[in-house]
């Protein structure tokens, strides 16, 4: 069975602020993958990124950083000096060599206040 | 552009009305999704089409029938919904059993009354 479990419902921050949105995941592949997602309130889902389960390299792209960490089966998600567009909900989602699809957390609301 | 495109953007039926959702891409994907949004839940895998094969059915009610005419094409039609079907459709495409590369449309916003 595969889990997605994005314990915190709701985030508010004052602009400026840094955030950490955690994940944690439980699978029993080997081979996996996990994606961060963020939904502003147009709906759409857009693609923030994508990481293998061999590969615990974190990684920076601007303000936004994630860290992997296999031994807690987490992949946190944290956003630097936050800005008000930054409002979304964020979703972490997992799909593995035996599944057909992703399987989401019940997602993040996070909000940035000026 | 995402180059997933859903259509309506918006919907409103009935409980005793028939609708179809449509969902299209031109990605060139070969797998195509359909999940269901509702307040305070994760999103909900209903079905999985892979080489315009259903390879998945989440348990889902009879009254949500998919289609897959072709790879580039997925259809949900709707027939005799309940109030607590309202949600938001996503639909998504993307290379089968590839964890790479999911697009998702920007949805259907679905109200039952």
Redesign the interface.
């Known amino acids: 069975a595969q889990k997605?479990t994005q314990a915190q419902t709701e985030i508010s921050v004052v602009e400026k602020e840094d955030v950490t949105l955690d994940c944690v995941y439980e699978t029993r592949d080997t081979t996996?993958?996990l994606?961060w997602?963020k939904q502003p309130p147009?709906?759409?889902?857009v693609?923030l990124i994508?990481r293998?389960s061999f590969d615990e390299q974190n990684e920076i792209s601007g303000r936004y950083s994630w860290n992997f960490q296999k031994s807690t089966s987490s992949f946190n998600f944290t956003i630097t000096a936050s800005q008000v567009v930054d409002s979304a909900v964020y979703?972490c989602a997992l799909?593995s060599n035996s599944g057909?699809?992703?399987?989401?957390?019940?997602?993040t609301s996070l909000l940035v206040t000026p | 552009e995402t180059g997933v495109t859903q259509t309506p953007r918006h919907l409103v039926m009935g409980m005793t009305n028939k609708k179809s959702l449509k969902c299209e891409q031109h990605l060139g994907h070969n797998a195509m999704y359909w999940y269901k949004q509702s307040a305070k839940k994760p999103l909900e895998l209903m079905f999985v089409y892979s080489l315009e094969e259903r390879v998945e059915n989440n348990s889902v009610p009879s009254r949500f029938s998919p289609e897959c005419p072709n790879s580039s094409h997925l259809f949900l039609h709707l027939h005799t919904l309940q109030p607590e079907d309202s949600a938001l459709y996503l639909c998504a495409s993307s290379q089968a059993r590839q964890a790479n590369g999911y697009t998702f449309g920007s949805g259907t916003r679905l109200t039952v009354v």
């Open positions: 997605v996996y993958y994606f997602y147009s709906g759409e889902l693609f994508r293998n979703f799909i057909y699809a992703l399987n989401f957390g019940k997602g």
